[in-house]
């Protein structure tokens, strides 16, 4: 069983910046592909951005490239989603995901065996 939780989500001003942060649970971090996903009212869950185990190649949607980078400390458990340059349409629930099987940066949320309970994202005009 792998526990995650987000942390860092809140109100931010358009053109603005926020850092996600991922805490899991597990002694075997590092054997995870790690995944954000979202979901903003209305819509089906999105993906965002991907890392593989090692930190070494990332994937990221085309709303976001070159806005937000993904990260991960195996150290400490944790991976992370820096958002800069925000907008509107940023607005979400953001979640995060832990892939222990397929070893891939997927971009499908059927890839991925545990998700957190998800955080907040709301970026003002």
């Known amino acids: 069983q792998v526990q995650l939780v987000e942390s860092g989500g809140g109100l931010v001003q358009a053109g603005g910046s926020l850092r996600l942060s991922c805490a899991a649970s597990?002694?075997?971090?590092?054997?995870?592909?790690m995944g954000w996903f979202r979901q903003a009212p209305g819509k089906e869950r999105e993906f965002v951005a991907a890392i593989n185990r090692s930190g070494g190649s990332t994937r990221y949607a085309d709303s976001v490239k070159g806005r937000f980078t993904i990260s991960r400390d195996n150290a400490k458990n944790t991976v992370y989603l820096q958002m800069n340059s925000l907008k509107p349409e940023d607005t979400a629930v953001y979640y995060c995901?832990?892939?222990?099987?397929?070893?891939?940066?997927?971009?499908?949320?059927?890839?991925?065996?545990?998700w957190g309970q998800g955080t907040q994202v709301t970026v003002s005009s």
């Open positions: 995901a832990a892939d222990l099987r397929v070893g891939i940066t997927s971009t499908s949320s059927n890839m991925y065996d545990y």
């Open positions: 597990g002694r075997t971090f590092s054997s995870y592909v």
